[in-house]
């Protein structure tokens, strides 16, 4: 079994940034999974925003967040970050970590090919 614990997320203005966290546990062979963080904005599917594979460290993200979210990940592919810069309130939703087993050329941005869920973390934007 994987666990993912996400943190981080808190209420910010409008400009700042914030920097997510996702901590991995449970299993040794995690350090292939891929890792992605997706978003849930009020009455709004689950989107995903961006994705990094473990076995080669491709970077795939959507366009509309490429110039303000990065994703990174800790040496010991335990734990996966995510960068946000010059929020807006269009930020705002709960932000979920997750992890497929699959090993992917580049991360999928669907949430169905993802195995295994944090519990979110929220992040609210006041203008």
């Known amino acids: 079994q994987v666990q993912l614990v996400e943190s981080g997320g808190r209420m910010v203005q409008a400009g700042d940034s914030l920097r997510l966290s996702c901590v991995v546990s449970g299993r040794t062979s995690f350090s292939r999974f891929t890792m992605g963080w997706f978003r849930q904005a009020p009455g709004s599917e689950r989107e995903f925003v961006v994705g990094v594979t473990w076995q080669n460290d491709v970077t795939y993200e959507v366009d509309s967040v490429e110039d303000r979210f990065t994703i990174s990940r800790d040496g010991a592919k335990t734990a996966v970050y995510l960068q946000i810069n010059n929020l807006t309130p269009t930020d705002t939703g709960i932000y979920y970590c997750?992890?497929?087993?699959?090993?992917?050329?580049?991360?999928?941005?669907?949430?169905?090919?993802?195995?295994?869920w944090g519990q979110g973390t929220q992040v609210t934007v006041s203008s």
């Open positions: 997750a992890a497929s087993a699959y090993i992917m050329a580049a991360p999928s941005r669907e949430a169905h090919e993802y195995h295994y």
